[in-house]
């Protein structure tokens, strides 16, 4: 016999799970908690200025709508990558607020970022051509 468990998204789509996946598998519920962290990274270029970057993300967390006070938001150098500095930030907002939060985060952050001269890099490939 061959049982199903019905998962329902917060964007109204149904997925069904076979009960071999829900109990091997994790499953991550933004929803039941009634409120939520909302994971966010942003790299910015080595020669940057990490103060600034992190005003702006603040400053855009504190103007966003969706976000709570209390935890308050933080900011932290989370990774020195290849090409970026890697800036992360956990925002925690009400559970059906989960996803207006990250796209207003990653909207108003890139608009910022571009106002303030902060630059976010991207991967580039150097080709040397042999005379």
Sequence with gaps: MHLTQLLLTLDNKRIFIGNSNVTGNDIVNIS?????????SYGIGYG????????IILNIGNDCPYI?????????????????VNLATRPFCKSEHFWHTKFYMHE?????????????PFPTIEVIRNA
């Design 48 to 55: 940057a200025d990490i103060d600034k970057a992190k005003n």
């Design 108 to 120: 108003n952050v890139k608009k910022q970022f571009d106002a303030q001269g902060i630059d976010i």
């Design 32 to 40: 039941g908690q009634g409120i939520v962290g909302v994971e966010l």
């Design 68 to 84: 709570l006070k209390d935890p308050s938001q933080g900011v932290v150098v989370a990774e020195l990558g290849d090409s970026s």
